[in-house]
């Protein structure tokens, strides 16, 4: 024997003598044998067309009638329907010898005015059913995928097979006539419509890879001197792990050598044939494999990878983590304190893509890959290959990773990172681009703010230097005055005079003071900043108190700026304490405790006067998300260390919760406390229990998961992603309808109490309110866009009372907004980003959280401002008694007019 007894590529003949028989075998033919319709459905190069052969004919041989339709000899680039479907009914009209028997040309032109799946009806029920009235028919299908090539749908197609399966109730002769299809694909990606599909009636039929005790048809092509046969099987199986293309080709070079050492009258020593199967996969497989690869198997699995450059840096991106997981689990890298975190399948996209390819498996609910030729030929150096091939920034990403993620300094920034944002878009990348990407926008962001400090602190210094030249100027004239008065202590109206000089100049240096508070009070109240303005303008009263002659002038500017300051102020309070970025802020039910999460990894509660209650550590990574439970009695938290936890208000840590592969952005209690929904940088949301127990994962995003939101009665979830788009939820975790509009990243999202509108911000600078549909629906427009931010807009809460809402933007404004779209406050005064917002339970407090390290607490509406309510004719003028005593008076002529008490 040679090696010609293997055949590598191409479908096995039906008694091909080193065909390996699989449990598939008997499946499939147990199935059909049956009538049950089966497909099977896995990547190339498995045995699928060897395995359609040898079925087709062994029913051959017990008396079926079979025919067998390759969809490549139909063709797809050029075809349109009807020669598509044509095609099929010669394929059949061939395939069951009726060339003869049957003019299926001038048939066809007789029931030209039908439709094209109408004809396809009458040829099975009139011509082939009749044709053959006893003998059972079994069709196969085999190239399946070829249809994803064509211009146009065939769902209609697969909704003539399940017809045909669905006619077995009303017509027996249905009875005899089944399907098998067989291609590189999964139902998902075949058929659009999941209410049209056969494959919901059919039995799949799995093909798993060749097992040793099978491999008996393969020995027959090796000689006698290759030592134990056993043990070169098994090291067969070590590097192809059953891949049937592979393991023929590897046993086919085996048998070559084997012929060779004979011919020379050696032999396999004992114990080395794991060595001998070692060396002939690295020199005639892996060693230049692109030159050896014929026929073409891995470059097939290359080119599948590579073929949707937009897709690619995700794939890659999942294969590489697989890799790392081997590296890992190795003995060499025992001693490391990282540990492998295992794929879960999940069915995306991405997934299904590597698994058509051939380059993974599923094995026990999670990705593994296939063997270890794969693994050395695709390995860590070819993934970054490639991956610096796709990205525009990848010298910069390969130095961040090989600083461990920790040097700021390999960060893109400016023009750099706007353009790698802008090719982000259009790509799926992996979690560490999109990690990347979010530490450059953070870095930028923040060296810009420092930029902005600098300046503003030169600034400070400059007139601080202006004030103390101004000081050594007023010591000087003192000095001067006092040696005037030693020097003309003799003449005391000079003195007297000199006195009373230096009286005018302190006075008007105390005057100047004063109009310069009030400027400054002023100036801040323009910019927005109410608690600052205050604080000038007391500063200003108290030197106006000191001054020996009242100036009736600067009372009455004074007095303006304060009674602005105090009624104009809608910040009343403000309080820091972290070290870093505050992150997110909440209110507790009863509105007296805040609770905040910040970018220094902790945890903290306040009262809401600013006294610091607690602090909880534990957390590993920055703190994006907090909220108290609706009973007020536990805290929950979500970090970038993957994991999200409860404490109580005391600060004892309850629960940890793992089960996301990275960052946790939001965390959410359903109204009832029972549950926790959480959103994640792997782009998946989780319900939990509120012990921790998970009940359900939500996929349906394409990237991570920024914002969460239950509505008030609990029914509805939505969630807000950077794939552009946000989804409604039911309960039990049904997808409702995807909401599409905003151009980028969907950054927050929240319910509006008591009913089913909702409301979404992006980073296209936009807010848009949504009302949710009650019956299932693919996508929702919005009713209403909101702009005025002007920069991205990261959060918005709705108030208890549904009446307003509020929104935070990296603008370093938070506005509320009425539900009719009207801008009703701009609440100014943070010095960056505001990142996190919530409302009191009373709907009368905002509380703001942002990248200055503060919490800044304002009034929705101030409490000293009344509002005066008339009824009949509107108010025209209003005026006040003197010194604010009594009651204003006021002409009817404009109603819900606002006015503030006299300043007392």
Not at 248 to 264: A, D, E, N, P, V
Not at 792 to 805: K, Q, R, T, Y
Not at 813 to 824: C, E, I, P, R, Y
Not at 848 to 871: C, E, F, N, S
């Amino acid at each position: 024997m040679t090696g010609s007894h293997y055949q590598v590529g191409g479908s096995l003949t039906a008694d091909s003598p080193s065909y390996v028989i699989r449990p598939a075998d008997n499946q499939l033919y147990q199935a059909l044998k049956q009538g049950e319709f089966c497909y099977v459905l896995n990547c190339h190069q498995m045995g699928k067309s060897s395995l359609m052969v040898r079925i087709k004919h062994r029913l051959q041989q017990e008396g079926y009638r079979c025919a067998a339709i390759d969809l490549t000899r139909i063709g797809s680039e050029g075809v349109v329907l009807s020669q598509w479907y044509n095609g099929i009914m010669g394929e059949l009209w061939r395939g069951f010898r009726l060339v003869r028997q049957f003019p299926l040309k001038s048939w066809r032109q007789e029931i030209d005015g039908i439709s094209v799946q109408q004809r396809l009806s009458d040829f099975i029920e009139n011509i082939l059913l009749t044709q053959f009235p006893q003998e059972n028919l079994v069709i196969f299908v085999d190239e399946i995928d070829s249809i994803l090539s064509l211009d146009f749908s065939v769902d209609d197609f697969f909704a003539w097979i399940q017809f045909c399966y669905d006619q077995r109730a009303i017509n027996s002769q249905y009875r005899r006539l089944c399907f098998a299809i067989f291609g590189v694909a999964t139902p998902n990606t075949l058929i659009q419509d999941k209410t049209r599909t056969p494959f919901n009636i059919g039995r799949a039929i799995e093909l798993q890879g060749l097992q040793l005790a099978d491999l008996y048809p393969l020995a027959q092509g090796l000689t006698s001197n290759i030592g134990d046969i056993q043990a070169i099987f098994r090291a067969v199986l070590d590097w192809t792990g059953g891949q049937p293309f592979l393991t023929q080709k590897l046993c086919q070079l085996l048998g070559r050598t084997s012929q060779r050492i004979q011919q020379k009258a050696l032999k396999i020593p004992s114990g080395m044939e794991e060595f001998w199967v070692e060396n002939m996969v690295y020199t005639q497989i892996i060693h230049r494999w692109e030159s050896r690869d014929e026929p073409e198997h891995l470059q097939t699995i290359r080119d599948r990878l590579l073929h949707n450059p937009q897709w690619l840096g995700r794939i890659l991106g999942i294969y590489q983590q697989l890799l790392t997981n081997i590296q890992l689990d190795a003995p060499a890298q025992s001693s490391q304190t990282l540990s492998p975190q295992p794929v879960p399948v999940d069915d995306s996209p991405e997934q299904t893509e590597l698994l058509l390819s051939g380059l993974v498996i599923k094995q026990a609910g999670f990705l593994q890959i296939r063997n270890r030729i794969y693994q050395e030929v695709f390995d860590q150096a070819w993934v970054n290959q490639q991956l610096s091939k796709l990205r525009p920034y990848s010298q910069t990403f390969a130095a961040w990773i090989a600083q461990g993620r920790s040097d700021p300094s390999r960060l893109l920034r400016g023009q750099a990172l706007k353009d790698a944002q802008a090719w982000s878009k259009h790509h799926h990348l992996s979690d560490l681009d999109y990690q990347f990407l979010a530490a450059s926008e953070a870095r930028d962001r923040q060296e810009t703010q420092q930029a902005l400090e600098a300046r503003r602190t030169l600034e400070v210094i400059a007139r601080l230097e202006q004030e103390k030249k101004a000081t050594r100027l007023h010591r000087y004239l003192l000095g001067s005055i006092t040696g005037a008065l030693v020097i003309v202590s003799v003449l005391g109206l000079a003195i007297l005079l000199q006195y009373r000089r230096a009286l005018e100049s302190q006075f008007q240096a105390n005057r100047s003071a004063i109009q310069a508070l009030v400027s400054s009070s002023k100036s801040l109240a323009i910019s927005g900043q109410g608690l600052d303005t205050l604080v000038e303008a007391i500063r200003a009263k108290r030197l106006l108190e000191d001054l020996a002659e009242p100036d009736p002038d600067l009372t009455g500017q004074t007095d303006a700026v304060l009674r602005q300051a105090i009624y104009g102020a809608v910040e009343f309070n403000r309080f820091s304490g972290h070290g870093s970025s505050v992150n997110s802020v909440g209110f507790s039910p009863d509105g007296q405790t805040l609770v905040t999460g910040s970018a220094d990894r902790t945890v903290r509660l306040w009262q809401q006067d600013g006294t610091l209650l607690e602090s909880l550590r534990g957390h590993t990574d920055e703190v994006y998300a907090v909220q108290f439970s609706p009973d007020g009695r536990q805290i929950v938290s979500a970090s970038g260390d993957n994991r999200v936890k409860l404490w109580d208000t005391q600060g004892h840590l309850l629960k940890t919760i793992d089960g996301h592969r990275a960052t946790v952005w939001f965390v959410r209690f359903s109204p009832d406390g029972q549950r926790l929904a959480t959103a994640s940088q792997d782009g998946t949301v989780k319900l939990w229990t509120k012990t921790g127990q998970l009940l359900k994962t939500l996929n349906g995003h394409r990237n991570g998961v920024y914002g969460l939101s239950f509505s008030s009665d609990g029914q509805w979830l939505a969630s807000a992603s950077i794939d552009g788009t946000a989804k409604v939820w039911r309960a039990d975790g049904t997808l409702v309808t995807t909401l599409k509009g905003h151009q980028g990243a969907v950054w927050a999202v929240a319910f509006r109490p008591g009913s089913r509108q909702l409301v979404t911000t992006g980073q296209d600078k936009t807010i848009r309110l949504w009302s949710v549909p009650l019956n299932n629906q693919p996508e929702t427009s919005p009713t209403t866009i909101l702009e005025g931010h002007g920069n991205a807009i990261w959060g918005v809460n709705v108030s208890p009372d549904g009446e307003f809402l509020v929104s935070t933007s990296v603008d370093k404004t938070a506005k509320v907004w009425n539900w009719q779209g009207q801008l009703l406050q701009t609440l100014v005064g943070h010095k960056g980003v505001v990142w996190g917002v919530d409302i009191s339970s009373d709907s009368r407090i905002i509380s703001t959280a942002g990248w200055d390290h503060t919490v800044r607490l304002w009034y929705k509406r101030h409490p000293l401002v009344q509002t005066i309510q008339t009824v009949g004719d509107p108010i025209t003028a209003v005026d006040f008694t003197m010194e604010g005593e009594g009651e204003g008076t006021a002409n009817q002529g404009e109603s819900n007019q606002e006015r503030s008490p006299p300043l007392v």
